[in-house]
């Protein structure tokens, strides 16, 4: 009988310690698999920037062009959820506009042009090596894309928002506006990829 009553309370025990591990496991399980999605969204991401970099090297000013490069690129993890990003051409410094830039008085822009760059090249190499580093700086283009991801995972988008605490009145990329669907859950993710400079290109310095 005492037997029977210790097997009973054993079995008992057995059965509320599986209820709290099991939630547990399924837990870290989840996010696991949630994490392998945010893992291989980067890395697609960082494909999508490059292949937008090597457009803009060429065409710089074609915007649309490289918003449609990025959707067939991102298409794998983006699946039916259309989101815009956005992509950003960064502005070389004040600082090394000035020194090393062009500068069109009519227009007041900021111009590289990579024509003839052997011999760009080898004046620059003349006048220094900071004049070198400076023109081969200039010459190199820069993307920085921004992209909101939808969570795959169910359960993990509240607590990776959470985690992120990064809203759109807090300076984030406005993923919020794609969470007011109710069950959808967006993070932000960033990429920057440079690409050697093909064309002409200009640039205004903000005041």
């Known amino acids: 009988m005492m037997r029977a009553k210790l097997a009973g309370a ?6 509320v ?3 709290v ?4 496991f399924f837990f870290l399980a989840a996010a696991g698999v949630q994490l392998i999605w945010l893992f291989l969204a980067k890395h697609i991401l960082l494909t999508a920037t490059s292949y937008v970099a090597m457009h803009a090297a060429v065409a710089p000013q074609d915007s649309i062009g490289q918003h449609l ?3 067939q690129r991102i298409r794998p993890v983006q699946r039916d959820n259309l989101v815009v990003a956005q992509i950003h051409i960064v502005t070389p410094t004040a600082e090394l506009s000035h020194s090393a830039a062009d500068y069109d008085v009519t227009t007041g822009n900021y111009f590289i042009d990579p024509a003839f ?3 760009q090249l080898q004046e620059r190499a003349e006048q220094g090596e900071e004049q070198l580093e400076q023109w081969l700086l200039l010459s190199t283009l ?3 894309i ?4 939808r ?4 359960g993990m988008g509240p607590i990776l928002l959470t985690a992120f605490d990064r809203g759109w009145l807090q300076g984030g990329t406005g993923c919020d506006m794609y969470n007011l669907v109710a069950g959808h859950y967006y993070i932000p993710l960033h990429a920057r990829v440079n690409a050697p400079l093909h064309a002409k290109r200009q640039w205004r310095l903000k005041n």
Request: aromatic share 10%.
């Open 10 to 15: 054993h079995k008992g025990q057995s059965s």
């Open 117 to 119: 760059a052997t011999l």
């Open 21 to 24: 591990v099991l939630p547990i």
């Open 146 to 149: 921004e992209w909101c991801f």
């Open 151 to 154: 969570l795959q995972v169910p």
């Open 17 to 19: 310690e599986a209820l």
């Open 142 to 144: 820069q993307v920085e």
């Open 69 to 71: 490069i990025f959707q």
